[in-house]
């Protein structure tokens, strides 16, 4: 199954290929905002809708990915068809953890790896299956009609993880987003996108390819995840965010990114 990609072209030609993973419960419009504050000549921006997300649903009958491995090999075929020139990955949250195995599966090919927020993985079996475990029922009371998807969403950007989020100006926007979703899909989503179904990945050697890491200075999990990271990572600390840098601090993400950009243009 080819996922759905909003594609973004500035000027020709096409030198540059940016690739852009929203997080959990998102979709490729959530990045539309920072897309319009990057450069456009010569990039090509690939926005995709990850599975169960925005319009890359799946029917009843449909299965075509096991597990977290066998989506990220398709999501590499779909990348591929995709690129003209060099490569970068951006990958948010849920996207960030995607990206950080399409460089496990592929070291050599993305010229620039850029995560925000974005968990490794659990490196115990046990801990790793329990999440599995506990993520399945994830959305249950809201399926079973006991609770509103509504009333969930608004609890789950209550978590301390994203501290500050409601405050900010594009929260309404994005929860309107969120809303559009299908909580059926979503919680099928977590059959192989869960974090208890994804090999648990290392920081990656310096293989001469560029890494960079975001998290927001009130995110304090993610922070403390960048902190233990190897001298082969740029890492960037947001003040006044927390775990959705691109939301909360929306100009001075566009300029990190734009930053990393302007090495390949």
């Given at each position: 199954?080819?996922?759905?990609?909003r594609?973004?072209?500035?000027?020709?030609p096409?030198?540059?290929?940016?690739?852009?993973?929203?997080?959990?419960?998102?979709?490729?419009?959530?990045?539309?905002?920072?897309?319009?504050?990057?450069?456009?000549?010569?990039?090509?921006?690939?926005?995709?809708?990850?599975p169960?997300?925005g319009?890359?649903?799946?029917?009843?009958?449909?299965?075509?990915?096991?597990d977290?491995?066998?989506?990220?090999?398709?999501?590499w075929?779909?990348?591929?068809?995709?690129?003209?020139?060099?490569?970068?990955v951006?990958?948010?949250?849920?996207?960030?953890?995607?990206a950080?195995?399409?460089?496990?599966?592929?070291?050599?090919?993305?010229?620039?790896?850029?995560?925000?927020?974005?968990?490794?993985?659990?490196?115990?079996?046990?801990?790793?299956?329990?999440r599995?475990?506990?993520?399945?029922?994830?959305?249950?009371?809201?399926?079973?009609?006991?609770?509103?998807?509504?009333?969930?969403?608004?609890?789950?950007?209550?978590?301390?993880?994203?501290?500050?989020?409601?405050?900010?100006?594009?929260?309404?926007?994005?929860?309107?987003?969120?809303?559009?979703?299908?909580?059926?899909?979503?919680?099928?989503?977590?059959?192989?996108?869960?974090?208890?179904?994804?090999?648990?990945?290392?920081?990656?050697?310096?293989?001469?390819?560029?890494?960079?890491?975001?998290?927001?200075v009130?995110?304090?999990?993610?922070?403390?995840?960048?902190?233990?990271?190897?001298?082969s990572?740029?890492?960037?600390?947001?003040?006044?965010?927390?775990?959705?840098?691109?939301?909360?601090?929306?100009?001075?993400?566009?300029?990190?990114?734009?930053?990393?950009?302007?090495?390949?243009?």
């Amino acid at each position: 199954m080819t996922l759905f990609s909003r594609v973004v072209v500035g000027s020709k030609p096409v030198h540059l290929t940016v690739v852009m993973l929203h997080g959990f419960m998102g979709d490729h419009r959530d990045w539309l905002p920072v897309v319009q504050g990057l450069p456009q000549a010569g990039i090509k921006y690939v926005l995709y809708d990850l599975p169960c997300h925005g319009q890359s649903l799946l029917s009843e009958e449909a299965n075509p990915w096991t597990d977290f491995e066998s989506i990220t090999r398709s999501l590499w075929q779909d990348i591929r068809s995709e690129q003209q020139g060099r490569l970068i990955v951006l990958g948010y949250s849920l996207g960030g953890r995607l990206a950080l195995r399409l460089k496990a599966q592929c070291p050599g090919d993305i010229d620039h790896l850029l995560i925000e927020s974005a968990s490794f993985g659990i490196s115990s079996l046990g801990e790793r299956e329990s999440r599995y475990q506990k993520d399945q029922f994830l959305l249950q009371d809201v399926l079973a009609g006991r609770r509103s998807f509504r009333d969930f969403l608004e609890a789950w950007y209550r978590l301390p993880l994203f501290r500050g989020l409601g405050a900010c100006d594009g929260f309404e926007p994005m929860l309107a987003r969120r809303l559009s979703q299908s909580p059926e899909q979503i919680q099928r989503s977590l059959q192989f996108l869960s974090v208890g179904s994804m090999v648990a990945t290392d920081h990656f050697a310096d293989d001469g390819k560029q890494l960079s890491f975001i998290s927001g200075v009130d995110d304090k999990k993610y922070a403390a995840i960048m902190s233990q990271l190897p001298l082969s990572w740029k890492t960037y600390a947001v003040p006044g965010a927390s775990h959705n840098v691109h939301l909360q601090q929306k100009h001075a993400f566009i300029d990190i990114v734009s930053r990393a950009l302007g090495k390949y243009t």
